[in-house]
């Protein structure tokens, strides 16, 4: 099956500071790559996504990049503020298959 | 997207005793629903798919006799915690979609 790892599991910045967390992924069949923040005891939510076809996407201030050569993708953060600091996971799905998450990123932003 | 709801939101309960959870979508009909278990600073574990009208299908390693599921509707899929013990204390967190997975408000289930 399908296995994620995501690094690093903890990243600490300063605001304003960039932050970039990456993922790897073994399936070359998976086609689909989101990204989910969960804030402290809510429920995850999707802040960007990626599909086998585009090798970066961005808003605002969020990017997310892929390689499917090297079957990573990454999610980029720019000007850090307070309010990113969550836990980010990243998935990897296949098709209609359920998604496979990385252990996630606790990232910590000081103000 | 699509909205899900989860009740309880947390639940304190004594050992022995086995808990509820629902979950719902609201605006969604969906024929598959996944449960997912949280423990502090960890990621998320499938536990089960829950499919609407049959029977549900668990990951390895979960007890299925433990861990009840029931999809009866298209809106509603529960788990039910039996005999619960505090070991089974977790953030337990429903979610449905396709690719993009929406994701319940999670349960927060104590046992004492």
């Known amino acids: 099956g399908e296995n994620v790892e995501q690094h690093p599991s903890t990243l600490s910045v300063q605001e304003g500071d960039s932050a970039v967390i990456k993922c790897t992924y073994s399936?070359?069949?998976?086609?689909?790559f989101p990204w989910y923040k969960q804030e402290l005891g809510k429920r995850p939510q999707l802040i960007i996504d990626?599909?086998?076809?585009?090798g970066e996407k961005k808003d605002q201030r969020i990017a997310v990049t892929l390689n499917k050569t090297a079957k990573h993708f990454s999610l980029h953060i720019t000007e850090t503020q307070p309010e990113d600091s969550a836990v980010y996971f990243c998935?990897?799905?296949?098709?209609?298959?359920?998604?496979?998450f990385g252990r996630g990123t606790s990232l910590i932003v000081h103000p | 997207g699509a909205v899900v709801s989860q009740h309880p939101s947390r639940v304190i309960c004594k050992s022995g005793t086995s808990v509820k959870i629902e979950c719902r979508s609201l605006?969604?009909?969906?024929?598959?629903m996944f449960w997912y278990r949280q423990f502090p600073k960890q990621s998320l574990m499938l536990m089960a798919t829950?499919?609407?009208?049959?029977?549900?299908?668990?990951e390895q390693g979960v007890e299925k006799d433990k861990f009840l599921i029931n999809h009866a509707s298209l809106t509603l899929s529960t788990l039910t915690v039996t005999s619960a013990h505090p070991e089974d204390s977790s953030f337990y967190i429903c979610?449905?979609?396709?690719?993009?997975?929406?994701f319940g408000p999670g349960t927060r289930l104590t046992v004492l």
């Open positions: 829950s499919n609407e009208g049959s029977k549900a299908t668990y």
């Open positions: 998935a990897a799905v296949k098709g209609s298959y359920i998604p496979t």
């Open positions: 990626i599909r086998s076809n585009v």
């Open positions: 605006d969604f009909q969906a024929t598959t």
């Open positions: 399936d070359s069949a998976s086609n689909y």
């Open positions: 979610s449905l979609g396709a690719d993009t997975q929406y």
